[in-house]
Nanobody
Framework: QVQLVESGGGLVQAGGSLRLSCVVS????????MGWYRQAPGKQRELVAA???????KYADSVKDRFTISRDNAKKTMYLQMNSLKPEDTAVYYC?????????WGQGTQVTVSS
């Protein structure tokens, strides 16, 4: 079992920055991949950024050069640094981890970017 708790969302003006955090607890040694997803109203949940097999990093085209995913193993925390935010980045952001057999989700944190 893995538990995830996100934080760091909020309201920010366009062009601003936020940093999301996802604290991971439980059987962390079973984790293969981890990432951030988002879901805007009326839209499907989409991948924002991911760390695959512990080393390979992947970004959605819409956030490349603006968002940075990272992890701090000592703090058991994954981060998403979001810069140059746009109104279209408004969504609920979720962290996700994959083990060999399961997918775990956090509760989500709201990010709202005003124009």
């Amino acid at each position: 079992q893995v538990q995830l708790v996100e934080s760091g969302g909020g309201l920010v003006q366009a062009g601003g920055s936020l940093r999301l955090s996802c604290v991971v607890s439980g059987n962390i040694f079973s984790i293969n991949d981890m990432g951030w997803y988002r879901q805007a109203p009326g839209k499907q949940r989409e991948l924002v950024a991911a760390i695959l097999s512990g080393t390979k990093i992947k970004y959605a085209d819409s956030v490349k050069d603006r968002f940075t995913i990272s992890r701090d193993n000592a703090k058991k925390t994954m981060y998403l640094q979001m810069n140059s935010l746009k109104p279209e980045d408004t969504a609920v952001y979720y962290c996700n981890v994959l083990t060999g057999s399961s997918s775990y989700w956090g509760q989500g944190t709201q990010v709202t970017v005003s124009s």
